[in-house]
């Protein structure tokens, strides 16, 4: 069993940056793929970014790639989404995400635990 706990979301303006983290308690961590998802208000959850169990590879969605990093501490159980030149479409609950599965899947529904979300506004 996997909890997580997400933090850092808030209010920015276009351009700025934030870092969200995500503290997971439970056995596994280190040994699971971490993800982070997004979903907006009437859309879908979509793929953010996720990173492999050791750190060593990492996978972005087009949207966010060269101005997000993922990033994960196993000796603290904790995963990051630096998230720089913040744009008002990055607007959404984003989501950390842990998956039992092999690799590193980029669809939700291969991630077993999920947070509870935390909001990020970015204003134009």
């Known amino acids: 069993q996997v909890q997580l706990v997400e933090s850092g979301g808030g209010l920015v303006q276009a351009g700025g940056s934030l870092r969200l983290s995500c503290a997971a308690f439970g056995r596994t961590f280190s040994r699971r793929a971490m993800g982070w998802f997004r979903q907006a208000p009437g859309k879908e959850r979509d793929f953010v970014a996720a990173i492999r169990w050791s750190g060593g590879s990492t996978y972005y969605a087009d949207s966010v790639r060269g101005r997000f990093t993922i990033s994960r501490d196993n000796a603290n159980d904790t995963v990051y989404l630096q998230m720089n030149s913040l744009k008002p479409e990055d607007t959404a609950v984003y989501y950390c995400?842990?998956?039992?599965?092999?690799?590193?899947?980029?669809?939700?529904?291969?991630?077993?635990?999920w947070g509870q979300g935390t909001q990020v506004t970015v204003s134009s």
């Open positions: 995400a842990a998956t039992s599965a092999v690799g590193v899947p980029t669809r939700p529904t291969r991630f077993d635990y």
